[in-house]
């Protein structure tokens, strides 16, 4: 199950400490709904590594099916359930994941730096893809550490812990890894992005660097980059208690007018903005 972005909790020991972000980039299901979710920052030796690990657990009525939808962030994953194992490279679109009766998943959303190793060379052939994970022994030690209790804190951390010590002898980050880490972090964290070239002043590249760069590492596009954060921004203002100027929203996203904000929007999440805005939340 994917989800995505950061935050701040309270320290939990020596090991991993629980977080609970606001996560914009998670849209729920059309009803509003979903899962606790427990999220854990990883260490900080493996911060170039790992932005976060999460835990969805789950309990649905026998005939209920939930379709999360989440905006993900261009990144690889790492998710491992109670019954399956899976890399997941980075969505172009909307990914969406069926949730039904019971379960749990232990989920690492990655740094764009750790691509590289985990598709085997550039991380483009995994875009739009997910493939079955091939360590077999992470599967087992994750499941082991959950066994039959995934609400158990000791247990999360636990599950956790085995896939840091999995991912640890990737360290250290390359330089090309560390850069492709920094450019995302700016055009993620800066609204006042809108052009790629804006990417080359800063870091002082070619466009078609940036683009080879960005294409190697992550598998999409530097404008790709630019309309993510673009959507994540409307996402978490769509979502807000009170209904949204779509005008004024379009405008402060740094489009040209509403109706080009619609396309967008609708061509990523299969909904207008308005019908977004409209859905319940919980």
């Known amino acids: 199950m994917a989800d995505g972005s950061d935050g701040t ?3 939990a020991g020596p090991r991993n400490r629980r977080i609970d972000p606001t996560e914009r980039a998670h849209l729920l299901d059309a009803s509003g709904y979903t899962p606790p979710i427990h999220r854990f920052a990883p260490t900080p030796d493996l911060a170039p590594l790992v932005r976060r690990y999460w835990m969805p657990v789950w309990s649905l009525p026998d005939g209920r099916v939930s379709v999360q939808r ?7 994953l ?4 109670h019954d399956y194992a899976l890399l997941v490279g980075p969505s172009s679109g909307l990914s969406t994941q069926e949730l039904s009766g019971r379960g749990w998943a232990l989920g690492t959303m990655l740094q764009p730096a750790a691509g590289l190793a985990l598709a085997g060379g550039p991380v483009d052939r995994l875009t739009d893809r997910t493939v079955p994970l091939a360590d077999d022994a992470l599967v087992a030690a994750i499941r082991a ?11 999360q951390r636990a599950a956790v812990a085995a896939v840091e010590q999995a991912l640890r002898p990737m360290l250290p980050v390359d330089e090309e890894g560390l850069l492709v880490n920094a450019i995302v972090e700016w055009v993620e964290g800066d609204p006042e992005v809108q052009r790629v070239g804006q990417g080359c002043e800063k870091f002082a590249i070619t466009e078609r660097t940036l683009q080879r760069l960005t294409a190697r590492r992550i598998g999409l596009s530097p404008k790709w980059l630019v309309q993510r954060r673009r959507l994540h ?7 807000g208690e009170e209904r949204p100027d779509l005008a004024r929203v379009a405008a402060d996203l740094g489009y040209a007018d509403q109706a080009h904000f619609g396309r967008d929007f609708r061509a990523v999440t299969g909904l207008t903005p308005g019908e ?3 859905e319940p939340r919980r």
Do not use: I, M
């Open 78 to 81: 790492v998710v491992v359930s």
């Open 145 to 155: 550490a959950v066994g039959d209790d995934p609400d158990d804190p000791d247990r």
């Open 9 to 11: 909790g309270e320290e």
């Open 276 to 278: 977004f805005a409209a």
């Open 70 to 76: 989440v905006l993900q962030y261009p990144v690889c």
């Open 233 to 239: 921004e409307a996402a978490e203002r769509l979502a």
